[in-house]
């Protein structure tokens, strides 16, 4: 990932997950457990964040394609549809954001549950997720 928008990740997903074909279509219906790995750099970030019980991940899907701008309907019988419309991880800037539940911290780990994102995916940021704000 390039830094020239002044981006930098800080961290990484640890997931059972190698291959973006291997994601389920929601992570977080189908309660996949992973780990964010911050990187030591940004440990002092994660001072208070046992509180939270839910985090919003921000996430850059390294492997997915960003030279699409349509893709096939849902269900595979409609006309194609304006990525920005659908929740593909095929876009110009494919960003994913994450709600997930915060099972465990242990140091610079992070154990989270409802994330689809493969092994090697660098996070972007963390969030504490206020559903007040969020839904």
Not at 43 to 50: C, D, K, M, N, S
Not at 59 to 65: G, I, Y
Request: charged content about 25%.
């Amino acid at each position: 990932m390039s830094a020239t928008m002044g981006l930098v990740p800080i961290g990484v997903v640890r997931s059972p997950l190698n291959d973006p074909a291997e994601a389920p279509r929601q992570g977080r219906e189908a309660g996949i457990e992973a780990e964010i790995e911050v990187f030591p750099q940004f440990a002092e970030a994660l001072q208070g964040i046992g509180a939270r019980e839910r985090l919003l991940v921000v996430c850059w899907l390294h492997r997915s394609r960003r030279d699409l701008l349509q893709v096939p309907a849902k269900d595979g019988a409609g006309p194609p549809r304006g990525v920005f419309s659908t929740r593909s991880p095929n876009r110009p800037n494919p960003l994913a954001v994450y709600p997930v539940e915060l099972l465990s911290v242990c140091g610079t780990r992070l154990r989270v549950r409802g994330i689809d994102a493969v092994d090697g995916t660098p996070v972007l940021d963390l969030k504490p997720r206020v559903p007040r704000l969020d839904d």
